[in-house]
Structure formats: C-alpha cells, structure tokens
C-alpha cells in the first residue's frame, strides 16, 4: 500500500517525473478509462498533504499480498477511519461525497473502497510488480546486510538525510511532533518504496508499531530497458517465438500489441504466452478488457544469465 498512494499521486500530476515519466504515460490511460480519476482515491489522496493512515496497515508480515491489505483496510475499525477523515477533512477544508459517506457508515462502504483499490493495483501497479519488487528486495538485502555488519547507527545515518541516529536516539528532521517510545508502538518498520518520492513519510498509530517509508535505492535505475543481448542463446530451450515475446515484454502489452510489434499471429502469441505463463515466465493482468501480459521475476532472471 505504501506505493498506492504515492505512485496515485504522481498520475494525478502534470508534471512529466524524471523517473517514472515513461510507467506513467502507460498507466495514466488506464486509470482514467476506469474512471478511478473521479472514484474513491481521487478524494482520500489529494496532490500533497495527509493521506489517511488506515490506507497503510501495519502488515502482518514482510511481505503481505495485496488482498491481504485489502482485507486489512476492510476491517478498519469504525473509529480509527472516522478519526483519519476528520484530520483529512482539517487538511483538505471539506470531505467529497463519497468520503462522507464513508464517514457516515465505514463499515458498509470499506469494502468499496477495497475493490476501487484492487482494480488500480491491477491496472498501475500489478503488471510492473516484479520489476519493482526486485528493488525493494534489494534495498532491504542491503540495509539489512549493513544493520549487521556496522549496526543500527550505519543503518540509520545512511538511511535518509533526513534521519539520524545519536546516542541510541533516532531524529527525523521536519517531523511536527515527537514520537517517544513508550507510546509509539512496539519496534520500527522500515519500508523501502519505489514511489514516495525524495522524501521520507511517517505512519504512528499505536498500538501498531511505527512505520517509515523511504526512497529505495536502485530507483533511478527501475524503468531502464536492459537489452538482453544474449536472449539468442535461449532460442534452443524456450523456442524462437517465446524468446522473442519475452525479450518484448520490458514493459507489459497485450496480445494484440505483442502480435504487431513481433509480426507473429494473435494465434501464435496467445499460445507462446500460455506456454511461458504455465511455466511461471510471464503472469497475466486484467486491464479493462483486455489482459496485459508482464515478465515475472523468474524470467527477468533467465534473461540476465542468458546476457551474462
């Protein structure tokens, strides 16, 4: 959920992002055929400011499925979502329709808000996950390498110039207010997000433990095309035809769309891509009607052993 609101937020913008300029041109038609530019998260995320805390649900693990969040935000309870609209409503001057109606009877209009979720996340995100995931696994591997290595002072100091850690303190510059131990919630969870942007952004709501989002590293790198030069010499396992349409998928596309740019048949892609899907290379998203097809992360790996 930490890359829901962010990366919401950056398709809301005009502004062309230095980074994720060539994911949003892609995404941003999606999003707006489906409407979710007038639906529920165009209200709960405005361009800047105050996103409600009970978007971000304290995960139950490191790494929580999406319907697991879903489910999460469903059983938000009554009073921690009217608390988050109140403050919401303090930043933004008002509520729109549908957040007072959220307002009015959470319990009854979450699991809308939860399906309006699901469908942006296999729109935006879900198609790119891999991809994205394979930088967030790697910051994570990082910064739990120098926690053991150097401890928690290297980890913190080198975390976010923002952040510092003195004297068993950790201080976050900029932040309103304190975040004392004693009532903060038990430990820290560090999220590493590819969307957040340059700054850091906070999440305390105990009893759930604090959590704090941060630019991963690797991010600048996350779009670009990497040639798979040595994708010829998979011709002989995967056949000529399924190696082609996975050089392809750098970005995710369709049947139709994979059928133009290769000058294989509708036909034939359909069959390579159920081929590479039963044997877990590529994965299929729903995008309005039609279903876009994305490299899995297991593929990205054969790929880069091929080229190496």
């Known amino acids: 959920m930490w890359e829901v609101a962010p990366s919401f937020r950056l398709l809301a913008s005009d502004t062309a992002h230095p980074v994720h300029r060539a994911w949003a041109e892609q995404v941003r038609p999606r999003v707006v055929a489906a409407g979710l530019d007038r639906g529920w998260l165009a209200e709960l995320i405005g361009p800047s400011g105050y996103v409600p805390d009970f978007l971000n649900p304290a995960p139950a ?45 959470p319990a009854a209009r979450l699991p809308r808000l939860a399906q309006e979720l699901a469908t942006y996340w296999d729109l935006a995100l879900a198609p790119y996950w891999a991809r994205i995931r394979a930088v967030l696994d790697a910051d994570v591997f990082h910064r739990a390498r120098t926690l053991a290595e150097h401890g928690a002072g290297r980890l913190f100091n080198d975390l976010h110039a923002s952040v510092s850690w003195d004297d068993n303190a950790l201080t976050l ?12 919630g038990a430990g820290l969870l560090l999220v590493p997000s590819a969307f957040t942007g ?6 305390v709501r105990p009893p759930d433990p604090p959590q704090l989002a941060y630019p991963a590293r690797g991010v600048g790198a996350l779009w670009e095309t990497r040639p798979a030069t040595g994708a010829r010499a998979l011709d002989a396992v995967l056949g000529r035809s399924r190696t082609l349409l996975l050089t392809e998928l750098g970005s995710p596309a369709s049947t139709t769309e994979l059928a133009r740019r290769t000058g294989l048949s509708p036909a034939g892609v359909s069959q390579c891509l159920t081929a590479l899907r039963d044997a877990g290379l590529v994965s299929a998203h729903r995008a309005g009607r039609s279903v876009l097809y994305a490299r899995t992360a297991a593929a990205e790996t054969l790929l880069e052993a091929a080229s190496g």
Do not use: C, F, N, Y
């Not at 319907?67 to 919401?88: F, G, K, Y």
């Not at 900029?174 to 975040?179: A, I």
């Open 198 to 203: 340059p700054g850091l952004r906070t999440r």
């Open 173 to 184: 510059t900029r932040r309103k207010r304190g975040m004392p131990r004693r009532s903060a």
């Open 61 to 105: 693990g490191p790494a929580p499925t999406a319907s697991d969040e879903w489910d999460a935000i469903s059983a938000t309870p009554v009073d921690r979502v009217r608390q988050d609209l109140d403050h919401l409503a303090r930043h933004q001057g008002r509520l729109g329709p549908r957040l007072s109606g959220l307002h009015a009877d």
